[in-house]
């Protein structure tokens, strides 16, 4: 592997340096998110939406019309308040869940089916789910079914709730509808250099040093995931479920709560010169929920509004079902009832 792919994203100073250089960088833009790109009618769910850039795609496709359900860990209702106030829409609905745990998810799935929003088989689901809850731990932590933090919230929830909603018809029932589902993953996943497959979902301790590292590798996990998932869907070119997926850029959010104390001024201020807003890093997460420019598509993938190739181990159909399989297996072997 080249020494400058290397170097990256394997630790916090070299990760905030990659993502301010590429803000000066200039891209081919893949299309303009327009006023005319309407939701009215559609139904939206917005996981991590209680702060940063899920919170500001909330507000954003509010604006446009959209229900939408911002599903969180914590910020309710006032969360849900300050959309509605923001965008002048009310129809905006608030669900807990924890994505450290299974149980969670599993209820989430449960309230959503039975939740006044959800009309039934029939009737209007899910149109466009944007994924994305994530952190950045400043160390392993297990969760209440002994996985580690950052893997389950990062990638294993995802494929979890993905699933649940698949199998619970959560998603919309509406003739020649084509559901959006969104991933934010980040630019790190062409960090790592290969899979660790015999290490898939073990429990491991690390400090902060590794964290960034390991952030890397779980957004691999994650838009390998994505380009499985759109595989899955659209067999013989003929798309039922839009898969996309996404890296915002550098945006001045609350990621970075768990970074130490001695650094959190220094960080702020990096961050609020050089970051952008949650409301601007959120455009192109809108542009794929609400642009007719993808309509249709089976998968792509966003970095900032630029049109790019995931990580060729991402896209590698070996890769994509070998993840799928151990990812059933791990599920499996929680026993959860
Ligand atoms: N910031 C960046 O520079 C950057 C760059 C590339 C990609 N991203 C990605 O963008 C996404 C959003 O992050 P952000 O930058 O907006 O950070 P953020 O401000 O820290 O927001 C993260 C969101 O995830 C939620 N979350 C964390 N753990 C959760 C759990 N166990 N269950 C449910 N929700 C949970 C948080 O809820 P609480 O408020 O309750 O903790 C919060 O709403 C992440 O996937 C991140 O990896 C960020």
Redesign the pocket.
């Known amino acids: 592997m080249p020494a400058d792919k290397q170097k990256k994203y394997n630790n916090p100073v070299s990760a905030t340096l990659t ?1 301010i250089a590429d803000l000066f960088r200039k891209f081919e833009p893949a299309g303009e998110l327009k006023a005319s790109d309407r939701l009215d009618g559609k139904t939206v769910l917005v ?10 795609v909330a507000a954003g496709l509010a604006r446009r019309g959209a229900k939408v359900i911002m ?5 309710i209702p006032a969360k849900g308040e300050e959309v509605k106030r923001l965008s002048g829409n009310p129809d905006v609905h608030m669900l807990l ?5 299974i149980s ?1 998810i599993r209820e989430l799935v449960v309230n959503i089916r039975s939740d006044s929003f959800f009309n039934g088989e029939n009737g209007s689901g899910i149109d466009i789910l944007v ?6 731990p400043k160390q392993s932590r297990k969760t209440p079914q002994g996985l580690e ?1 950052m893997f ?3 990638y294993f ?1 995802k494929f979890i709730f993905v699933n649940l909603l698949l199998e619970n018809n959560c998603f919309t029932g509406r003739a020649g509808a084509i559901t959006r589902i969104i991933f ?5 996943h062409r960090n790592p250099e290969k899979f660790e497959w015999d290490d898939f979902g073990k429990y491991r301790e690390y400090r902060i040093g590794k964290s960034i590292e390991l ?1 890397g590798y779980y ?1 691999l996990l ?1 838009t390998t995931f994505a380009v499985e998932l759109s595989r899955r869907l659209n067999i013989a070119g003929k798309s039922r479920i839009s898969v996309f997926a996404l ?11 768990e970074a130490p104390k001695l650094f959190q001024p220094l960080l702020s201020v990096v ?1 609020g010169i050089f ?2 807003s ?1 409301a601007k ?1 959120a455009v192109p997460v809108e542009y794929l929920a609400a642009s007719a420019d993808v309509e249709g598509k089976p998968f792509d993938y966003l970095f900032l509004m630029s049109r790019k190739a995931v990580d060729e181990k991402a896209a590698e159909p070996a890769n994509g079902a070998l993840l799928w399989k151990l990812s059933e297996e791990l599920l499996k072997s929680l026993q959860i009832v």
């Open positions: 993502g996981d991590g939406a209680s702060s940063g850039l899920g919170f500001a599903a969180c860990r914590s910020g869940v924890d994505f450290a745990d969670s994924c994305n809850a994530g952190i950045v933090e389950m919230v990062n929830s934010v993953a980040s630019e790190s952030y957004k994650l890296c915002p850029g550098p945006v001045n959010s609350n990621i970075a709560r961050f970051f952008k949650p890093a």
